[in-house]
RNA sequence: GCUCAAGUGGCGGAAUUGGUAGACGCGCUGGAUUCAAAAUCCAGUUCUUUCGGGAGUGUGGGUUCGAUUCCCACCUUGAGUACCA
């Protein structure tokens, strides 16, 4: 009998379809193990190889997990809310729904040839109302939580209006907006209804607010900060500018603590942990009142200028101070004799884009403002400047400039001739700003001078506190996150507008279905695309959505235009898996309990501060509301590394007449009766050789006037070459090119070959359509067999790597699992005996359960693959066909090549499925060994080996190894000055 | 600029409480089988060599009996981030 994967896998696949192998139970006696994939958007384009990378190791270690009594939990759904359904859906007016649904089914039919133990019965798709009727739900949730700073979490809005009735805001402790009114009870009680619901928003975990927004016209939506990539968006590349509008925002600020506090009790990877540490951007410091020096009229405020430092220390080097151009205060303060030049600068930084200001950081610009303030300390005026090197939108906009500690500050004082006073004992700062705190001591200080960095700091936070003049502070980089889009293709937003307030349609009456519109474009007058639906007003009286035309802001009033990005959906997935069929909630309190978390999360790196930082966020919220039993979602997480293509080149010849020679007619025919040629790749190795094995051929095939050949001047064209049409040895299929639909333009070119070949040049690069490097998994799956393809992933490199995919390389794991099956059968025939095994064998059996139970508890996949090339090499050697070592050995081999494994399980004539047999146990006594081959090294350097028994004593090798004829010939008469001896190890002689 | 990760044959990669560098596979070379090809099997494949050896894990130093592994400096590549006060 053939190894005949197509005739396998089809049938092991049907059989695990139709008895639900991996079905998942919400209730064991075995301990539970969670495994989860990031869930794919189903994009037109199908899989490529690179694509199943993660599922295949997740699903390896959930099949191994099976085999050691877990119940594993190993679900897949889609991400299906998404931008390229709803482009295409403007092109061609198809439904997103529609097409979704099409790509759904590809990507379910390439999914399933690959043979994953995944539980499809938990299926989620985010697009779905079944399931965004939770999505729905849990903003409303966030909607009616506000953050309490005292408690440290988020409680019900309703304790807020409670403490708002019984003593106002004065003592409240929260995080909301920074421009808060305080109000008394009695204040709160006369407030409007409408004033009361201005306020609550400015408190609420999902907030209205008025933001400065990132709008990328060309998509006609706001991005968030991580859509945005080099100041285009990420999708596209379109330019991005700033833009004030109304949106919904999540309060992510509130918990910015504990997202990073969090990061300490999850295993994820370091760099990811970087990442996120790095977006939340934590800085402990002071917030410092300058006020602002000027003429005290009657009963007008001093105008004050809070910044924020992170060096309260050297406070007394503040020899000028900053504001952002877009500072309020700019144009308060600014005295006539400078306003036309500050004007002019707020004017022209306006202009430049968001992209602009970052590319340029090297020039310095600024104006000052005629003012001064006042040092809070030292009481001296200082000048204020406006200058575009200080962000609006960090800390209060303005800056105490410290030019001797601060190379922004110092280049700025430089530039326009401030004074640069030095606080810092015996450091030299007429060249550069001196940034370093530990060990520099403060001088020129008053109360600070002889003091250390970590001691100044907290004096001058202590005195700026005790004089009332600022205060200790934490600040984040981590900015609240914009929430709305002005897209059709997502998640309505449960809310209607009475009065020009929103308000939350009750979560009973969910889901709030996404309308049909006739255009996914959005309206004439720029609202979002569902400012097209008919049939989009919530009517209050019966609780549904009706026509807009009964709006009457009495009962029937407008629903929200724009629907939720595309994060909202997968921020909370992971938790519907544990019961994705409840209608009543979005998981029982009893799933919920019993699969707690993640227990392995695997996907790509790129959702760092995105997915994982957001899913983070929900998942705190949903533990504060005692919605779930754990406040970190995934334990573990790890990054699978992106598959890269091998593109495929060949060099092609441009033809030019050299610059300086006069083109008339005779050297135009010159160049036209040139056919268009091909090189091989290794007959140049450099540009000017290329020219002449070109002109060489030419000449040689008449095709070139000799005496023509100096004024011609020939180029290579490096052009991608579909990489099908490329074999193993690089060899491209000539007439198969000439061929390609493509490639009409080369139907009558010439390849010019080398020993009767074409090859082609390689390079690494992004799997892309663009770059004809894209490999589907379907025909790998077709020629080579799902088990083949799982092999070779694993087998590329490590999981968390990214490396190159080259075809070629598959054929060594599918002739491991010819030779694996042959160990089963003798001549055609189904043959193992229960024979004893040998010692041997049984050393080669348990050397592999101890070496693949490791490699895949450290997740290195791509060993455990050479340990089994290496087990069947051995056991095929020894012509081993017992039945004690061959079935351990499917089981051992079933995570990594299920369809192969369960065939050989069934005729070693087991009747159940092989997937949750007991992994083989490894015995020690097996590998017990009596002797040892010892490398002999000299100076560290091995020279022989000896085979000695390892009972010897060390006393024993020694003379053993020293009267070696081998060693004489290395000493060559030398008397060694050392010999070390680790019995077990080495014997290394020195001398 | 800053942070992090990584540099090993023609290629993917293996080996680190410091102890035989190059496992396993691709590719390549030679052979067997075949009318031939594919497939399969066998042998070889880091470089160098006067065939005794010698050198060798990005470069230069250091620690050590012994370094791919630890330390220092530098170079290169990749990823993230970028005027964050």
Request: with cysteine; glycine share 6%; net charge negative.
């Amino acid at each position: 009998m053939q190894y005949n994967h197509q005739e396998i896998e089809k049938k092991w696949q049907n059989f695990w379809a139709k008895n639900q192998t991996f079905k998942a139970l919400n209730k064991s006696n075995k301990p539970k193990y969670y495994v989860l994939d990031m869930f794919p958007y189903p994009s037109g384009a199908g899989l490529h190889v690179g694509h199943p990378l993660g599922y295949i190791a997740s699903d390896i270690y959930a099949r191994y997990k099976r085999h050691k009594g877990f119940n594993v939990l190993h679900p897949q759904g889609y991400d299906s809310f998404g931008l390229p359904a709803e482009q295409y859906a403007i092109q061609t007016g198809q439904h997103p729904a529609k097409t979704t649904e099409e790509n759904i089914k590809t990507y379910r039919k390439q999914l399933d040839k690959i043979g994953f133990s995944f539980d499809w019965s938990r299926e989620v798709r985010t697009s779905n109302p079944a399931y965004y009727k939770w999505t729905q739900s849990i903003f409303i949730q966030l909607f009616n939580s506000w953050y309490n700073k005292d408690t440290d979490k988020a409680e019900d809005i309703s304790t807020l209006v409670s403490i708002f009735e019984k003593e106002g805001n004065i003592n409240i402790n929260a995080v909301c907006d920074e421009d808060i009114i305080s109000f008394s009870s009695k204040d709160w009680a006369d407030f409007s209804s409408t004033k009361k619901q201005e306020i609550l928003l400015q408190y609420r975990l999902t907030f209205l607010s008025d933001t400065e927004v990132n709008w990328c016209p060309a998509l006609g939506t706001v991005l968030a900060n991580d859509e945005i990539v080099n100041g285009v968006s990420e999708r596209g590349g379109h330019p991005v500018i700033r833009k004030k509008m109304t949106q919904w925002s999540m309060r992510i600020s509130a918990y910015a603590q504990r997202l990073l506090d969090g990061l300490q009790t999850i295993d994820w990877p370091q760099p990811l942990k970087d990442s996120q540490t790095n977006w939340i951007g934590r800085s402990q410091g002071a917030m410092v009142s300058f006020q602002v020096d000027e003429p005290t009229t009657n009963n007008q405020e001093p105008k004050i200028i809070e910044v924020f430092t992170t060096r309260p220390d050297t406070i007394y080097g503040v020899s000028f101070m900053t504001l952002a151009p877009e500072h309020e205060l700019v144009s308060k303060i600014t005295t006539e004799a400078q306003k036309a030049e500050v004007e002019a600068y707020v004017e022209a930084t306006a202009k430049r884009s968001e992209r602009d200001r970052m590319a340029d950081v090297k020039t310095i610009s600024g104006a000052f403002t005629g003012a001064y303030a006042i040092h809070p300390f030292s009481g001296e005026k200082v000048q204020i400047w406006i200058g575009d090197y200080v962000l609006a939108g960090y800390g209060t906009g303005a800056v105490m400039a410290v030019p001797c500690g601060d190379q922004r500050d110092y280049d700025f004082a430089k530039h326009f001739n401030i004074p640069i006073p030095n606080i810092f004992e015996g450091v030299d700062i007429s060249e550069a700003a001196h940034a370093d705190k530990e060990g520099t001591v403060i001088v020129n200080s008053d109360f600070l001078s002889g003091l250390k960095y970590k001691k100044a700091l907290k004096l001058a936070i202590y005195e700026l506190e005790k004089r009332g003049l600022g205060y200790g502070k934490i600040n984040y980089r981590l900015r609240d996150a914009v929430f709305s889009r002005q897209r059709y293709w997502g998640e309505p937003f449960p809310v209607y507008y009475k009065d020009g307030m929103p308000q939350m349609i009750d979560a009973k009456h969910l889901p709030i279905v996404l309308p049909e519109v006739e255009k996914y474009l959005p309206t004439e007058d720029g609202k979002p695309p569902l400012g097209n639906a008919e049939v989009w007003a919530w009517n209050t009286a019966t609780d549904t959505v009706v026509s807009n035309d009964l709006i009457d802001n009495q009962t029937v009033f407008p629903l929200e235009l724009n629907t939720m990005p595309g994060w909202a959906g997968s921020s909370w997935y992971f938790n519907r898996y544990m019961d994705a069929d409840n209608t009543n909630q979005f998981a029982s309190k009893e799933a919920l309990d019993y699969w707690q978390n993640v227990d392995l999360y695997i996907g790509g790196s790129e959702h760092a501060t995105g997915h994982l930082l957001y899913a983070r966020f929900w998942q705190k919220f949903l533990f504060d509301k005692n919605m779930v039993p754990v406040d970190e979602f995934a334990k573990k997480l790890i990054n699978q590394g992106m598959i890269l293509g091998t593109s495929a080149f060949v060099y092609k010849t441009s033809v030019f007449v050299k610059n300086g020679c006069a083109i008339d007619k005779s050297n135009e025919d010159v160049i036209e009766h040139i056919p268009t040629l091909f090189v091989s790749k290794n007959l140049f190795n450099s540009d000017d050789e290329f020219e002449t094995v070109v002109k060489n051929y030419l000449l040689d095939k008449k095709l070139l006037d000799p005496n023509f050949a100096d004024l011609v001047m020939i180029t290579k064209t490096p052009i991608h070459a579909d990489v099908s049409l490329v074999n193993a040895s690089d060899e491209l299929d000539v007439e198969a090119f000439k061929n390609h639909p493509l490639n009409a333009d080369y139907k009558n070119a010439t390849f010019i070959l080398e020993d009767g070949v074409y090859k082609v040049g390689r390079e690494v690069e992004k799997m892309s359509k663009s770059k004809y490097n894209v490999v589907n998994p379907d025909a790998i799956c077709e020629e080579y067999g799902a088990d083949s393809l799982r092999l070779f992933e694993m087998f590329l490199g490590p999981l968390e790597q990214a490396k190159p995919w080259k075809t070629s390389g598959i054929s060594g794991v599918h002739s491991f699992l010819k030779k694996l099956w042959k160990l089963y059968f003798k001549e055609e025939e189904f043959a193992v005996s229960n024979d004893e095994p040998t010692k041997e064998e049984l050393k080669t059996l348990h050397k592999t359960i101890k070496k693949v139970e490791e490699d895949i508890e450290n997740f290195s996949f791509n060993t455990s693959v050479s340990t089994f090339m290496i087990a069947v090499n051995e056991l095929s050697a020894l012509k081993c066909n017992k039945r004690t070592i061959l079935e351990p050995l499917a089981v051992l081999v079933s995570p990594y090549a299920p369809h192969i494994a369960e065939e050989l399980w069934s005729q070693l004539g087991h009747k159940e499925s092989i997937a949750t047999v007991t992994f083989p146990k490894f015995e020690e006594k097996y590998l017990v060994e009596s002797t040892k081959v010892y490398p002999i090294s000299f100076n560290g350097k091995m020279r022989f080996t000896l085979e000695l028994s390892l009972e010897l004593s060390k006393d024993d090798i020694e003379k053993t190894v020293m009267e070696h004829e081998k060693t004489q010939a290395q000493l060559q008469g030398r008397i060694p000055k050392k010999v070390i001896i680790v019995p077990g190890k080495i014997v290394n002689i020195v001398g």
